[in-house]
């Protein structure tokens, strides 16, 4: 971890340095639809199928799982998911996703956030979605004493959301790229952004009971991040639903959890031990343990 990055931490955790991100499961109004974008456009390829339930990701363990309900509603000023992170294992693998979605005409917004260079865009139901790769050589990103900063190395202020430099990344691709390859085997869950009722019961929960690193909370922004092991985050949380959010309703379409899994049954343990320390409630689910934070989002945990 750079000594930048190092500065970055308010305060760390006993949350396991290797704790990651699993998989996010999404409730959908078309199965089939959704499946066509997450394989046609984002190169997802589809694990399983099981009626009205599927799982995608890239060869190994699933990074997106969607089930079809009937009569969903698309919710507004709620709780739940802003956005879920796919993180890809370098720019050229960024560079062809863009590129592939420059050729599809599809929607999106390429940002250079410093330390990561990203961009956004929706899925067919309107669900948000990230795609990023690192670049911590080139500065830093985050939050500082109650404060968003965002610098390049050589010292140069950023906005932290500049339109992202295409002609440099694109650069980085070989001369005839192959714009229609899957994603590669080495792409992840990087990190999940939630829409949330408070930041500081959300930082109470994620990091004081959980054991999450705390990455910094500005308010005049609006929102928070934690992670484990001292990354930038893994979990982001803002108010940008408004103050107070209730949370969504059993038939909204969107987010109905994500996981977090732990290296081993021992790690996983300590954080549940944490758990019930603090007098939450836990419920059994087919993949671990799933907690529910004061917004009342579903978080399962499990060991890898």
Known sequence: MSEAMEKLIVAKGP??????????????????????????????????????????GVGGADLLRLTQIENGVRAHGVTGMYHFAILLPNQVELARAIGRLFALQYPNSPTDHVMTKTTYLDDAEGNNIELYAESPEDGIFGMMDGRFVAERADGRPSTGRDALDLEALFARLPEEPKL???????????????????????????????????????????????SAGGYHHHI??????????????????????????????????????????????????????????PSGIAVVFGAR
């Open 15 to 56: 949350m396991h340095p290797d704790m990651r991100p699993g998989h996010v499961h999404h409730s959908v109004a078309d199965l089939e639809r959704q499946l066509a974008f997450y394989q046609q456009v984002l190169g997802l390829q589809l694990h399983w199928r099981k009626g009205l339930s599927a799982g995608l």
């Open 236 to 293: 982001g949380f803002n108010i940008w639903q408004g103050q107070g959010a209730r949370p969504a309703a059993a038939d909204a379409l969107g987010l109905r959890y994500f996981t977090l899994t732990l290296p081993n049954e021992a790690e996983l343990e300590k954080v549940l031990g944490r758990v019930r320390a603090a007098g939450l409630e836990t419920e059994a689910h087919a993949e671990g343990t799933l907690i529910r934070d």
């Open 180 to 226: 229609d390859q899957r994603m590669p085997p080495e792409t992840r869950l990087g990190h999940v952004h939630l829409y949330v009722a408070d930041l500081d019961d959300s930082l109470r929960f994620y990091h004081d009971i959980l054991g999450l690193d705390n990455m910094g909370v500005a308010r005049d922004f609006g929102a928070g991040f934690v």
